[in-house]
Each structure stands twice: as C-alpha cells, then as structure tokens.
C-alpha cells in the first residue's frame, strides 16, 4: 500500500495515458527507487512515496530518469543550498543564480 495522494478521476486518466503511470506497477516502482537510494550513500535522500511518485511522474515512469534526477536534485542541492533552502525571490543571491541560467 501506497501513501499517495488519490488523483482526481480525470487526473488519473491523463497520468495513465500520457505518464504511463499503472497502479498495478506503482508499488513496485516505488520499492526499486527506495532500494536504489538506499544503495546510494552519497543521497540523503527521502523516500516517501508522495516526493517520489513525483521524480516518476517528471520521467513518464521511466526508473532511470527518476534515479538521474534525484540524483541532479540531491547534487545541484548541495552545490547551490540557497536556492533551495531559502527560495525567496528577495534574496539576491538567489536572484543571481535564477539569472545566470545554471
């Protein structure tokens, strides 16, 4: 059992059609992506199932791109903490960073 939040029945379509999400497939997606990053000791990861559904969701259900993109997440996230730990839009550092295109 998955701790997700339920898509509306319209939602769920589009998620089936266009991101190829399966129910049938999900808990099962979830579990390699939490063993992956279990596996991963330079990732502080979290891996509840709501943060991770959405890396699936962002590569169309595609288990390599997910664990790709966590894993540019979690780097870029320790490279440029400020921008995600402090994503006010007055800061100008943060300014700088959104400008510079990295």
Not at 19 to 34: V, W, Y
Not at 43 to 69: H, N, P, T, V
């Given at each position: 059992?998955?701790?997700?939040?339920?898509?509306?029945?319209?939602?769920?379509?589009?998620?089936?059609?266009?991101?190829?999400?399966?129910?049938?497939?999900?808990?099962?997606?979830l579990s390699?992506?939490?063993?992956?990053?279990?596996?991963?000791?330079?990732?502080?990861?979290?891996?509840?199932?709501?943060?991770?559904?959405?890396?699936?969701?962002?590569?169309?259900?595609?288990?390599?791109?997910?664990?790709?993109?966590?894993?540019?997440?979690?780097?870029?996230?320790?490279?440029?903490?400020?921008?995600?730990?402090?994503?006010?839009?007055?800061?100008?550092?943060?300014?700088?960073?959104?400008?510079?295109?990295?």
């Amino acid at each position: 059992m998955t701790s997700v939040r339920p898509l509306s029945p319209a939602l769920e379509a589009i998620a089936e059609k266009e991101l190829n999400e399966s129910k049938e497939r999900l808990p099962q997606d979830l579990s390699i992506l939490k063993d992956w990053i279990e596996k991963q000791p330079h990732l502080r990861a979290r891996s509840d199932d709501q943060f991770l559904i959405s890396f699936l969701r962002g590569c169309k259900y595609s288990l390599e791109k997910a664990k790709a993109k966590l894993d540019s997440f979690y780097t870029m996230r320790g490279v440029i903490p400020e921008l995600y730990n402090n994503r006010t839009l007055d800061n100008p550092k943060v300014l700088e960073i959104l400008r510079s295109g990295i």
